[in-house]
């Protein structure tokens, strides 16, 4: 959303289905690049891992940018892009910046369905991967809503 513009239907819906893609493709890089460095042979929690993450985060803001971007009929720039690929790319990072939200046993996707909360009073309970769900959520909001607002101050 553009400085001074007003808030729409259209720009709600556009960020919205922006904020999906990125956010659910995002929360899938760390166990998708476990398992791409699985494949690969090499270790689901070492460098292979971790660039694959990077990559997968970077591709999905920059997905998520461009849907949001698409959808409200805005132009997208390289510079949108760019600053997109960027900040998702260091955001699948943030959780392991505080422990309490890091979830345990999420290096592959293969062990998703066993360690992740399987129902509505799993996914509200305060089980260490319910609660490093919720964290990882709520900081990467505040992360997301911060870098727009500079993103804004500075481009917008």
Do not use: C
Not at 3 to 9: L, N
């Amino acid at each position: 959303m553009a400085k001074g513009e007003q808030i729409t239907g259209r720009g709600l819906v556009a960020s919205s289905v922006g904020g999906f893609v990125s956010g659910s493709l995002g929360g899938l890089s760390g166990p998708a690049g476990g398992t791409i460095a699985e494949t690969l042979g090499r270790p689901v929690e070492g460098l292979v891992a971790k660039g694959a993450s990077t990559l997968i985060g970077s591709a999905s803001a920059a997905g998520g940018s461009g849907m949001s971007s698409m959808i409200g009929g805005h132009d997208l720039t390289w510079q949108d892009l760019a600053f997109s690929s960027v900040s998702g790319g260091v955001a699948v990072h943030l959780p392991a910046v505080n422990h309490r939200f890091e979830s345990s046993n999420m290096e592959a996707l293969r062990k998703m369905p066993y360690t992740q909360p399987q129902t509505g009073s799993g996914l509200f309970s305060n089980q260490p991967n319910s609660v490093a769900l919720w964290g990882s959520a709520a900081s990467d909001a505040a992360v997301g809503g911060t870098g727009d607002a500079l993103w804004q101050m500075f481009h917008g």
